[in-house]
């Protein structure tokens, strides 16, 4: 690409810079006859969409090349490597090949079951066998290893059918042997056991609901002085409440998670991952998933059940069996209209893999609004009815380049899969010019809760309580994927916002955290909030990603946060100022101070009631001189105290504070490599106390210092200093963040896992009640299935003795 982007021609270039949305299909169309008259550029789109290449190809060879590998790994019982080989053969494995007679992907699903059942993953097991079983009804090895798992489950009744379809269908004396031998096995313990059957493959997505909570709230869409269009509410909202959930207009999963997650719901997927059919690129949970990204339900064969001479009730297994999963998808609620979005990129062409995200996404994004309007019949072009935002006048001229060339790179794959269907003209190209800026703004990154506990921990923790195995509980957000939703994308954003977003599997949710009132505008975070990031660097990061301006209510007012995350302790003694790096501050003779760094400057207001609450008590304290004389205009310089003026030397101050964290991040790698930070805990503490000595009493990075300090303390099983130096990171996140920020619940987790560990039963229950209480803010009904660690832990307390 960047080839590409030195050979266009400077004045190319330029009225590609100068362009408008609404002079973009001439400048596209002179693209568009620049490019396909460029070698280069046929080169670089004929590696794109080559299906002989074999990058996504099936390959029978690499598929007998692995399924050799997997089997001797097998023989010599490594059933782990197994089972990465076998599914490595999968992932390569044409679906209509043929191995000694039989079809290839159902021998390939059977070696897979026998070492999962090996490796002791049963269900995984039974899930191989019924997908052999519907490509090859009748493979006699499939029902035997099924009637195998199935008895390890405890259905001794499907264990017995299955051995007994295996019995008719097997034709050697041996096999009928062996077989018989299970069966009467199995009939003697059922006998003992009283036949309880205990059917165990239920597909594990039934048991989500995510449809369980209903919005209340009634929303509209408001036009608004600084922001364009938002949502606010009709009524008044509780705290807690749903406003909105929504399937994705069209979604992808994410770069590093391609090989781990499914590519359709975005779950994290089972040792028993399912392949596409028909090429190499996607990983799925289940064979639901696997349709409907690639929308062509395989028929499941019924089986010739007058053939194998069966009797009925097994003839009705056999074809139970076979239809099992034809279930209805948990993504296939009221309002969801399944759409096969890989199915254009599907067939061996390795350009949905070499692309960025979002001009996939494009692509997905295209591909449903042509199939929309195919099924509607419009004539218009597809992406005119997207009546969502764009900046593109704010967007930078090399992100604009890129969006030009991959405008027309992307239009040349689609060509590839529509034909004469998809239009390959200047003005096509525009569309998906815009449809890229549109994504720029709206997409939304689809992030799962990942737990990095210490569940093990806490239980080795409280049966040795001095144990040097303890870990505090914590967990991260992971991005799983990208998408773009259609309502969600009139949700604005705010640095304070009232409205937390999440999502299960690949459905959005959005819930208030506050009480808002009706006709106030409802509004999510696209990033850093008021607390994490201070105001220069939330403002730097959404001008870079989404080219505007922030105008939230936190990057207008004053906040003590901003003031103080990244602050300086005054050098006079006892004088709680903060001293800040690089801002000087002007207060101005209309009650609103000027904050300005050598780059930027934001103008905030200082409203009246603001220094009658505990947080405006704080501001005042420590930045009383930037207060002082309101409405009379003066000026305070970086690197002097906002409190009582005295100057610090910031430079000594920073290199003193980099490197004490400097030292406590070795800690931090220390606990992260699992070493033993006993040696240097004292070295910590220093550099700890050092930190304090030179930052502002309320800084972010002395709360991330006490919290590394605390996790080095549950390692050594010191559980007393471990909840001293967590409580202490907490008081300071308590000045950053609002009562009930997430924040702070995150880090009573941690603060509860501590107390479980050092046996408190009674100081964890209280904590754990506040946890339940801010989480229920962000997560109501769906804590349980968003952040299962949560309930553990209520778990974890209650086996307490
Ligand atoms: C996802 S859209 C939100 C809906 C949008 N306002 C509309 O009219 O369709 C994001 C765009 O809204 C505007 N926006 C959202 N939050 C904003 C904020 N805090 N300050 C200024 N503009 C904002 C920006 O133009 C941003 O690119």
Redo the contacts with the bound molecule.
Sequence with gaps: MEKLKLMIPDDLKRMISESTPENLTSICSSLLDFFLSLPEFQRVVEELTDTELGLCRKSKESTLDFKRKGNECFSKRDYVKAINFYSQALRYAPMDAEDMGKNLVAVLYVNRASSMHNAGLLEESLRDCDRAIAIMPSYVKAWFRRGKASALLKNYEGAIRDFEVALHMENSTSGKGQIKEELEMILSYSNKTHGIDNPCNVPKWKEMDSSAERSPAALLCVSTP?????MTSVNDIPPGSLVHSEEPLAAIVNKYSRETHCHFCFIEVPTDVVYCPSCTIPVYCSELCQEQARGIFIKKKQGDSIAWNLPVDLAKHVTDTISMGNVKSPLQDGNYEPFPEHKHECGGSPWSVVLPLDVVLAGRVLAKLIDKRRLSGETCKPVQNLV??H?YLQIPLKSKLEMHIYGVVLSCCLKHHYGSDYPFTGSSVSQLVLLLAKIK??SMAVVHMKSLDGYRGFKKSISHSHSRNAFTCSFEQIRVGQALYLNG??????CQPNVHSYFLSRRLYLRTTEYVHGGYPLEISYGPQVGEWDLHDRQELLKEQ???????TGCSQLNLSDLVLNAFKCAKANCPGAVTEKTFFDILEDDSVQISDAYSSFKLSLPACHFDTVHGQYITEVASRLLKGRSAAHHINQGCCLSCGTDLDIESSSTVSKNAMIQIQRLKECIDSDEDPQILISDFLKSLSILRSVRHQYSKTIAQAEDIIAEAFVRLGEFGPALQHCQESIEILKKLFRRNHIVIGNELIKLSSIQISAGDRAAALSVIKRIEEIFSLYYGSHLVNVCPHVVRLQEEVINLN
């Design positions: 600084s922001k364009g269009r938002g969502l935002a900046n703004v709206n994308s009139f949700f604005n954003h705010s989404y080219s505007f301006e922030c105008r939230c």
